[in-house]
């Protein structure tokens, strides 16, 4: 296959595997996000997450995490149900936690279709990822056309809205790049006045006030600062995308893995606050909860009341 039947079949493919889309874009250095990034650091809204402020240069070139990296290959996978948890007052999760985690779905289809490409190109290199390393996922979707960077800072498709994993595959395979879209969130602000913290402006989010960081990335304890702003999530936090109007077209995913456990769906609130170490095990087993552990779930529970 010549370049551009090569890249017609891995978009095929990826689809074929269950993937929404794939989108391809040039490894190069990311000139427009390097201050962008500089300065929301700068800023501390990355809060705790001191990782964010590691490895700069690698974050803004790939080429520097893979040496001899020619391209960027984007993907996602759908998440979206709609399927919700059957009691309003218990603690909310949010959609993407209610399977298996995402890291070890998503590592073994990109392992898959990255030895389908080196079955069809020959012998090439790369590496893939999944919030493994210090790759700006959101960026490269929007440079391969996969969508924009929205007002409330998450990936946005016109086609499916933005309840989607993004990944990618960094390779020293030429392919035909794919070029960016436009912006579609016009002069609506439906995320920024939705949002109980009050985390975001137009287009850039302070992490350091975002539920999600709260109830997940944050070792402390949540700030007194939150009290009655939590909007009951207890892990992570869905507000400014359900709120968000591209995501009318979000269509529920096809992925068994996903399915929730009935206990995190059925479970009322007096069911949460006599959760047991045990009873959180088998729940959230193999499931991005976990990776928080039940103390601080627990903690996140007593806040909320």
Known sequence: MNKTQLTQWLKTEAQNMGFLSCGIAEAAFLEAEAPRLEKWLHSGHHGQMHYMANHFDKRLDPRLLVPGAKTVISLLLNYYTETTQKDPDAPKFSKYAYGKDYHFVIKDKLKALFEKIQQQAGEISGRVFVDSAPVMDKAWAAKSGLGWVGKNTNLISKKVGSFFFIAEIICDLELDYDGPTTDHCGSCTACIDACPTQALTPYQIDGSKCISYLTIELKD??????????????????????????????????????????????????????????????????????????????????FLN
């Open 221 to 302: 304890q949540i700030p007194s600062e939150f009290q009655n702003k939590m909007d009951g999530w207890a892990f992570g936090c869905d507000v400014c995308q359900t709120v968000c109007p591209w995501n009318r077209f979000a269509h529920s995913h096809q992925e068994s893995y996903f399915t929730p456990k009935d206990e995190l769906l059925d479970f009322s609130k007096s069911d949460w606050e006599e959760l047991t170490e045990e009873t959180f095990n088998v729940i959230f087993k193999n499931s991005a909860v976990q990776r928080t552990g039940y103390t601080r779930l627990k903690q996140t529970f007593d």
